[in-house]
Nanobody, 125 residues
Framework: QVQLVESGGGLVQAGGSLRLSCAYS????????MAWFRQAPGKEREFVAG????????SYTDSVKGRFTISRDNAKNTVYLQMDSLKPEDTAVYYC??????????????????WGQGTQVTVSS
């Protein structure tokens, strides 16, 4: 059984930073591509950033390029999302997802096997 637990969300002013963490437990972490998605009220869940199982490949949605950085520490079974220069439109529940051997740019939700419970990020103007 795989479990993903996100942490690090909160309330921040526009221009501020947050770092989200996703702790993975269960099957071999290193075989899973990881991603962050987000869902704002009344909107569909959308891809934010992804990282390959090796960490050598990353992908971002256009709206966060240059502001967000995804990384992983396979020794700690953890994936991170560093979010800088936050904007009010980044406000959403952020979800961590794991997919067996998925590529970094995989955006389809059904390609991911496991999901965390989500963490709220609120950016005030």
């Amino acid at each position: 059984q795989v479990q993903l637990v996100e942490s690090g969300g909160g309330l921040v002013q526009a221009g501020g930073s947050l770092r989200l963490s996703c702790a993975y437990s269960g099957r071999t972490f290193i075989r899973y591509g990881m991603a962050w998605f987000r869902q704002a009220p009344g909107k569909e869940r959308e891809f934010v950033a992804g990282i390959s199982w090796s960490g050598g490949g990353t992908s971002y949605t256009d709206s966060v390029k240059g502001r967000f950085t995804i990384s992983r520490d396979n020794a700690k079974n953890t994936v991170y999302l560093q979010m800088d220069s936050l904007k009010p439109e980044d406000t959403a529940v952020y979800y961590c997802a794991a997919g067996l051997m998925v590529a970094a740019g995989t955006r389809r939700l059904n390609e991911y096997d496991y999901w965390g419970q989500g963490t709220q990020v609120t950016v005030s103007s």
